[in-house]
């Protein structure tokens, strides 16, 4: 397989000026008929090349002219005019067979679209790639009664209808959606009075689920106006839902497509984290409309100027609409469990990558999340105000164009006259930075010393000091705020900052609100912690005092056998009872550092991680803290139930989050007493859904696993979460067994993503039951990732990823996984998804 470099890229040899696409639809037999302006690129002459994949050619004409092109790997080339000439192609290809989903595909009899990243090639002959910009006109023909493409609707018919979207765009944000199906409606009119038409469309079914959806598209559209100036720019905006998808969505111009998970929630169905967790995709599919699709990328190695950038909005916006501390907690907690677990394995790779084989494979924690944590860095270093600027300065100079990360940059420095050269660095040098701090304090002088070292990654042996932004506050040994935040750029290697006129040494409290994606270390005692716990004016740092005891806690146990400890359990106990606190930040508190994440941290701390022996410290330091707290946790839990209907809003789901977070330590002392009782009267999925969790997690959830079952049978979201419940949460020894018996269910319909990633992702996120000893887990994952991958090598070559921490783990352990590892490399004719993943986590 070949390997693209960014270093190779060149501008393409053909403009394209126009588009003009046909669909007549067939199950197995659709025809694509295409019209297409080409024109020479005088700056980059070259052959005529057009990607194509699985099309069987009908006819090619030019300036109608039969022609004849020569197939080569990848697509075609042909001989063509030097002069702008229409290119006229029909091609077939077969939607039914198409089990990939990417492409032209059919879900539940219905036809949908997924091009991005290179998913257009297989739907006609075109330059596949972002740089070549066009307005399209389709004409869709077939038998469903709902038809719809991109842009605005311009005519229908019985059997057909057509759209023309006047914004030029790359052929990834091309969709094209057909089936049976009914809109919830509704309109929104923007700030300068463009009237709106808004659909969420599904099935007959499904009509009840999407209010939710709904109400967070309009506000979405309220807040890109008020925060970024941002308004919708076409007549209709349509949203649809797919019960077969690969990822959460897609920001297709005018038409998003969305995972059915991603937008579909009633009370009944939807926990409190599915409605936040939609809420934030259909934001970040609208914001898209402007970061991504009116402004693009360039090429695929500049994927984080569309992601980062959009991650980074979607989390101001969740900010906003929820709690700004809670969402930030959040979203440092799934850069730790995911972008870190990447950049500290074999995986690791710069925000920008450097080459890829498929870039697939390169939508990533680090290009997503780690892409937008640069972005809130670059706000921090220039302030608020004239990143507003260089926003919008982005917008004019960029309107309409495909970019790079250096006109992003470019941006940046024009607005405020700063260097940025060094700061571009985060963009190239993957690993997460170390930051190690110690202190000195002298004649009311109180000094920092930082020293900055990121670990080498594969590819990149040495490494730059980088741009460190790290916010401190200082805090005098009454609990007061001496020093409020301030800002301390780093840019040496090692460096010292100093503060003056202080009466006593004061507490350092360091990299407020994780004001840099690196790994801070020092050597703090548990005082240090516990006063910070109790006195810091940042919540965030508030929230990580906590967790630092915690998880000295945790490893104390893990390496030298201690009991849990007390002290920890007591500074819990007071954050638990302080009402002043939000009950989500609270409920955040209460939950125990991940065990993947105290893997990471032993072997950090050169410790082979035992994953049994890390369960084992957790469910001894749980029960402790059910029989010191348990006084206090009932009395939380009924404090916090909430009356009347259900709402999803942030303060009633943080309620339940601590009811529930009490719920689930109580259950280790009532006999889950509690948990049957919530789980019978629940009239909400969060409810019951957590009830049924305490039930599963004491060994008494057999029941109402089969209860719940019964009645939820006919809801293929709500099963999904029947599925993955019970790998997640099985015994260590009985993981694999778990997983085995509910592959062989009948409702476990594998080629669907949601269904597969079910089982398969929480067996895997069950770190103790993955990892057990025996080797099952492993065995069953390589078993069923070689089965998938033939089918749908996108979903397949993800869930490899299980494996990316092997390096960390003892020998036994390690062989059992190099042999899974070996006898997926070994499937013949794997797909080149898979195939580059695997070799990548091998190293
Ligand atoms: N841009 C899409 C992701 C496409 C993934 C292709 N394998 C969704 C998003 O980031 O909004
Ligand atoms: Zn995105």
């Not at 080409?38 to 069987?56: I, K, Q, S, V």
């Not at 402004?295 to 989390?315: A, P």
């Amino acid at each position: 397989p070949k390997t693209i470099y960014l270093a190779d890229y060149t501008p393409p040899a053909y403009w394209v000026d126009d588009v003009h696409l046909t669909f007549r639809l067939a199950p197995s037999s659709t025809r694509v008929v295409s019209r297409i302006l080409f024109r020479p690129n005088p700056d980059a002459p070259g052959p005529f090349f057009l990607h194509g994949e699985a099309l069987t050619t009908i006819s090619v004409r030019i300036d109608g002219q039969p022609v004849s092109p020569t197939p080569v790997e990848g697509g075609i080339v042909c001989d063509v005019p030097d002069r702008p000439f229409t290119w006229e192609a029909e091609v077939e290809i077969d939607p039914q067979a198409n089990t990939a989903l990417e492409g032209l595909y059919l879900s539940g009899g219905m036809y949908c679209t997924q091009c991005e990243a290179e998913g257009f090639r297989k739907i006609t002959y075109y330059p596949d790639r972002p740089d070549v910009m066009a307005p399209f006109t389709v004409r869709i023909e077939g038998d469903a009664p709902v038809l719809l493409s991109n842009g605005n609707p311009s005519g229908s018919g019985p059997g057909w209808s057509e759209w023309h979207d006047p914004w030029p765009k790359p052929a990834y944000l091309f969709a094209l959606v057909a089936g049976n199906l009914v809109a919830h409606r509704d309109r929104f009119t923007t700030r300068s009075g463009r009237d709106v038409e808004l659909a969420i469309w599904v099935r007959e079914g499904d009509l009840h689920k999407c209010a939710f959806g709904m109400d967070a598209l309009k506000r979405s559209m309220v807040w890109d106006e008020r925060v970024y100036g941002r308004e919708y720019d076409l007549d209709v905006f349509n949203i649809v839902a797919v019960d077969d998808f690969n990822m959460g969505a897609m920001e297709n111009k005018g038409l998003n497509i969305f995972n059915a998970s991603a937008v579909l929630a009633s009370p009944d169905t939807a926990t409190d984290a599915n409605f936040e967790r939609i809420e934030s995709i259909i934001a970040h599919e609208y914001f898209h409309n402007w970061t991504g699709n009116r402004i693009t990328c360039r090429d695929w190695f500049q994927l984080c100027l569309k992601e980062g950038l959009t991650v980074f909005r979607d989390q101001q916006f969740s900010a906003d609409e929820r709690s700004a501390p809670v969402k930030r907690i959040d979203d440092v907690l799934a850069l730790r469990g995911r972008q870190f677990r990447e950049d500290n394995g074999p995986l690791a790779h710069p925000v920008r990558p450097e080459s890829f084989v498929e870039i697939n494979n390169f939508y990533t924690a680090t290009v997503y999340e780690k892409g937008a944590e640069l972005i809130g860095m670059l706000r921090r270093l220039v302030g608020a105000q004239a990143y507003d600027r260089a926003l919008q300065l982005y917008f004019e100079r960029h309107d309409g164009q495909a970019c790079t990360i250096e006109d992003w940059i470019a941006v940046f420095e024009d607005t405020t006259g700063r260097d940025l050269r060094q700061f571009k660095r985060w963009y190239s040098q993957a690993g997460t930075p170390r930051l190690d701090v110690t202190d000195s304090f002298e004649d009311g002088r109180y000094t920092l010393h930082f020293r900055q070292h990121t670990p080498p990654t594969p590819g990149q042996p040495d490494k730059d000091p980088l741009v460190i932004p790290v916010a401190v506050g200082l805090l005098a040994p009454s609990g007061e705020e001496v020093v409020s935040t301030t800002l301390l750029e780093m840019t040496e290697a090692e460096q010292s900052f100093a503060f003056d006129g202080l009466s006593a040494r004061p507490v350092p409290s360091l990299l407020r609100g994780f004001s840099a994606p690196v790994i801070l270390t020092r050597s703090a005692d548990n005082a240090e912690r516990a006063f910070l716990l109790a006195h810091d004016t940042d919540p965030f740092n508030r929230w990580e005092a906590g967790r630092a005891l915690a998880k000295d806690a945790l490893m104390r146990m893990v390496t030298d056998g201690a009991a849990p400890d007390a002290a920890f359990i007591e500074a819990l106990g007071l954050l638990l009872d302080d009402d002043s606190l939000d009950p989500a930040f609270r409920a955040l508190a209460l939950h125990l550092p991940g065990q993947d994440d105290l893997a990471q941290s032993l072997f950090d701390a050169g410790v082979t991680p035992d994953p049994g022996a890390i369960h084992a410290a957790c469910e001894a330091m749980a029960d402790a803290m059910a029989e010191v707290l348990e006084q206090r946790l009932a009395t939380i839990y009924d404090a916090m139930q909430v009356p009347g209907p259900y709402s999803p809003d942030a303060s009633a789901a943080g309620r339940r989050a601590l009811a529930n977070g009490a719920l689930s330590l109580l259950s280790r002392r009532d006999g889950a007493a509690r948990a049957a009782t919530q789980f019978a009267a629940a009239d909400n999925m969060t409810q019951q859904l957590a009830g049924l969790a305490a039930l599963v997690r004491r060994g008494r959830g057999e029941d109402a696993l089969a209860a719940f079952y019964d009645q939820w049978r006919g809801d293929r979201l709500v099963l999904d979460k029947w599925f993955g419940l019970q790998p997640g949460l099985a015994q260590p020894q009985d993981a694999a067994d778990v997983a085995t018996r509910l592959t062989a269910h009948p409702d476990f319909d594998w080629k669907n993503p949601n269904r597969f990633r079910a089982v398969l992702g929480a067996l895997a996120a069950n770190a103790a039951g993955f990892h057990h000893p025996s080797g099952a887990a492993y065995t069953l994952m390589a078993d069923w990732l070689i089965r998938l991958d033939p089918v749908n090598p996108q979903t397949a070559a993800r869930m490899t990823t299980v494996f990316e921490t092997w390096r960390r783990y003892d020998a036994d352990r390690q062989a059992l996984i190099a042999d899974a590892l070996e006898r997926i490399a070994a499937t013949p004719g794997l797909s080149r998804d898979t195939g580059e993943m695997v070799n990548r986590i091998r190293g």
